[in-house]
Each structure stands twice: as C-alpha cells, then as structure tokens.
C-alpha cells in the first residue's frame, strides 16, 4: 500500500467535497449546522489559504482517500486551533490512516504555534471520537469558537505536547 501525505491543492476540491458529504450520508449525521452544507465545503484549498491553517490530503497509489486540517477557527482561545475535516472514504477506513493523519495534523499544530486542538464531532461517528480520545483528546461541556457548525453535540479539546 502506497500512502502519500501531501498538503490540498485545488484539484482535490471536488473529491474531498464527495468524500465528507458521503462520510456524513452514511453516519446520518445532520445536513443543516455542519460541514455538509457549510459553503467552504467545495472549496477547501482556498479555504486554507488563510493564515495560521493547513490541509493535509491522503492519497494512495494516485487515489484521494481523505484528509484533515487546522484551522485558526474565530473565538477560540488564544494558543488554540481547531482540528477540521478528518474524513476518510468508506475503504480506506479502520487501516491506521486516520492516526497517521492526526499525528502529522498535531506536530503541524505545534509547528504553527498552537499549544491546543479543539474538535467538534458526533456520537455516530463512534469510530472517529473513540480515536480522538486514544490521541489525548477530552470532552469539554459546550462548544467553543464560532465554527458555524452549530448541530454539532461533542466538543473535545486537546493539550499539545511542545518538545
């Protein structure tokens, strides 16, 4: 398996789009107050143009698989990131890659100056939360930040260990 990291270019607007609205479809998680209608959706590399954040994108053999980002998201606390956009295709799932992504993400974070990572999810997507917590992430009561992404119901944040 042939797995390369790289950062989002703008080819990569529509399948990642594609990637996230169907991961969602398939988790029935809410359309409205989330990513899946969120307008930036379609276009992320522009997105990530903004100072302060990066993307990265998993491909395999030439295959987009998923990607996930930081992003310096309004109302935050100072010192703290968001932690955006991790999602896989149904495939590549359950094979470590979402790890190797988060990883990558938080030494990327810390490399920016960030000294924590905010997440926000939802109870379907058991799977993902379960790896935030085994990554050092905890939950906080309510959400933090003006993402926009208001359906959201878990709120995790992370310590970021400086070397």
């Known amino acids: ?5 790289r950062r989002i270019t703008e080819k990569d607007d529509k399948g990642l789009a594609k990637i996230i609205r169907d991961s969602l479809t398939e988790h029935d998680v809410p359309k409205i107050g989330t990513v899946y209608s969120d307008p930036t959706t379609d276009h ?22 998923g990607g996930c980002g930081v992003f310096p998201t309004e109302g935050l606390p100072h010192g ?24 990558k993400c938080f030494l990327a974070a810390i490399e920016l100056g960030y000294t924590q990572l905010y997440l926000e999810s939802f109870p379907s997507l058991g799977k ?11 939950h906080l009561p309510s959400a933090l930040g003006n993402s926009g992404h208001h359906a959201c119901t878990i709120w995790m944040i992370k310590d970021l260990k400086i070397a």
């Open 44 to 65: 992320l590399f522009k997105l990530f143009t903004t100072g302060g954040s990066l993307y990265y994108i998993v491909e395999q053999d030439g295959v987009l698989l």
């Open 80 to 103: 703290c990131a968001e932690l955006v956009k991790l999602y896989l295709s149904e495939d590549s799932r359950g094979k470590g890659i979402g790890k190797l992504l988060l990883e």
């Open 1 to 5: 398996m042939s797995i390369k990291i």
């Open 128 to 138: 993902a939360v379960s790896l935030y917590l085994k990554s050092g992430f905890y």
